[in-house]
């Protein structure tokens, strides 16, 4: 059974077909010809609230022809104690697919480990690979780089500001392997990238291309892109002000991009707190390109489910 937990839970090939077959679909989505899930079910379990994956997936699976299913942790039996793998199981014989919001990644992949039917991950504290895709889709879009990400993407530079140990930045620092991206990560050394990335890319043979520093002033020099989520992700709240106060030095402002290339973009994966994280001037400017990001979240879906359907059936 082919599940979507990580980046490279395709193989390159896999990896160039969703990205080709996502920009088909975003060209083609005004006559809506898509039919790839029609006649399934798929169930979203959120653990966790939700705007743009919610949104995105739901309507999706609608223009693929099917038939999303949304499933809250706090009504269903879940939550009540029932376990993983019996719940999963179910599902499995009522469903064609299943993608999950959640806290820990080891809880997501329990899920799959006793699915039958493919499991999606859309948001674990450890990585945003749906995200991280659709993101590679918009730099590809917005630098004119070749669609093939193995090409388009080599040797572009991205600088990620803030917390460097946040499921964003892992996700960056996997996808920069993946793909020969410099990944510069730059905040405070109490928030820099855990062994558990670390560990993901030597299990799987990935060469680093990611470096680190605390040094707000040279964290985007030469950047082709410079990239930035909240300081308090959810789960977080109780760390709040301590996170706050470490983070200052690490707002996103105009004056980040003094060294940065001419043509360099803002990104950001929203929901933005403009004043923490980055300034509003920044969000309003020309380099801003967050609603490009969150638009893409639904083409770089809908290829990946479709891929999914396709792939595992039988």
Same mark, same amino acid.
């Given at each position: 059974?082919?599940?979507?937990?990580?980046?490279?839970?395709?193989?390159?090939?896999?990896?160039?077909?969703?990205?080709?077959?996502?920009?088909?679909?975003?060209?083609?989505?005004?006559?809506?010809?898509?039919?790839?899930?029609?006649?399934?079910?798929?169930?979203?379990?959120?653990?966790?609230?939700?705007?743009?994956?919610?949104?995105?997936?739901?309507?999706?699976?609608?223009?693929?022809?099917?038939?999303?299913?949304?499933?809250?942790?706090?009504?269903?039996?879940?939550?009540?104690?029932?376990?993983?793998?019996?719940?999963?199981?179910?599902?499995?014989?009522?469903?064609?697919?299943?993608?999950?919001?959640?806290?820990?990644?080891?809880?997501?992949?329990?899920?799959?480990?006793?699915?039958?039917?493919?499991?999606?991950?859309?948001?674990?504290?450890?990585?945003?690979?749906?995200?991280?895709?659709?993101?590679?889709?918009?730099? +590809? /879009?917005? =630098?004119?780089?070749?669609?093939?990400? *193995?090409?388009?993407?080599?040797?572009?530079?991205? #600088?990620?500001? $803030?917390?460097?140990?946040?499921?964003?930045?892992?996700?960056?620092?996997?996808?920069?392997?993946?793909?020969?991206?410099?990944?510069?990560?730059?905040?405070?050394?109490?928030?820099?990238?855990?062994?558990? +990335? /670390?560990? =993901?890319?030597?299990?799987?043979?990935? *060469?680093?291309?990611?470096?680190?520093?605390?040094? #707000?002033?040279? $964290?985007?020099?030469?950047?082709?892109?410079?990239?930035?989520?909240?300081?308090?992700?959810?789960?977080?709240?109780?760390?709040?002000?301590?996170?706050?106060?470490?983070?200052?030095?690490?707002?996103?402002?105009?004056?980040?991009?003094?060294?940065?290339?001419?043509?360099?973009?803002?990104?950001?994966?929203?929901?933005?707190?403009?004043?923490?994280?980055?300034?509003?001037?920044?969000?309003?400017?020309?380099?801003?390109?967050?609603?490009?990001?969150?638009?893409?979240?639904?083409?770089?879906?809908?290829?990946?489910?479709?891929?999914?359907?396709?792939?595992?059936?039988?």
């Amino acid at each position: 059974m082919k599940h979507f937990l990580k980046e490279n839970d395709f193989n390159q090939k896999e990896v160039e077909r969703i990205f080709e077959q996502a920009f088909e679909m975003k060209k083609l989505r005004p006559q809506r010809p898509a039919s790839d899930l029609k006649g399934q079910s798929w169930g979203m379990m959120f653990y966790k609230q939700s705007t743009r994956t919610r949104v995105s997936f739901e309507v999706g699976i609608r223009e693929l022809g099917g038939h999303p299913l949304i499933l809250d942790r706090s009504t269903t039996q879940i939550g009540r104690g029932e376990s993983i793998e019996d719940t999963v199981k179910v599902l499995s014989r009522f469903l064609d697919g299943l993608i999950i919001r959640t806290h820990g990644h080891d809880l997501i992949e329990e899920f799959a480990s006793h699915s039958s039917i493919p499991i999606v991950n859309a948001l674990t504290d450890f990585l945003h690979p749906c995200q991280i895709f659709a993101d590679c889709m918009t730099i +590809i /879009e917005k =630098l004119n780089c070749h669609k093939n990400p *193995y090409i388009g993407l080599k040797g572009k530079k991205l #600088a990620f500001f $803030g917390d460097t140990s946040c499921n964003m930045a892992n996700s960056w620092i996997l996808a920069g392997a993946m793909f020969g991206m410099k990944i510069s990560l730059c905040g405070p050394e109490t928030f820099k990238p855990r062994r558990q +990335i /670390e560990e =993901l890319l030597d299990q799987n043979g990935l *060469y680093p291309t990611w470096s680190f520093t605390s040094d #707000a002033s040279q $964290g985007a020099a030469n950047a082709d892109a410079v990239y930035t989520d909240v300081w308090v992700s959810m789960g977080c709240e109780t760390e709040s002000q301590d996170r706050v106060q470490a983070m200052k030095p690490y707002q996103v402002t105009d004056s980040t991009f003094v060294n940065s290339s001419e043509h360099c973009i803002f990104m950001h994966c929203m929901p933005a707190h403009p004043g923490e994280e980055v300034a509003q001037s920044v969000l309003d400017s020309s380099r801003s390109i967050i609603f490009d990001q969150a638009e893409n979240r639904l083409h770089m879906q809908k290829s990946i489910l479709s891929f999914l359907s396709k792939c595992n059936s039988f």
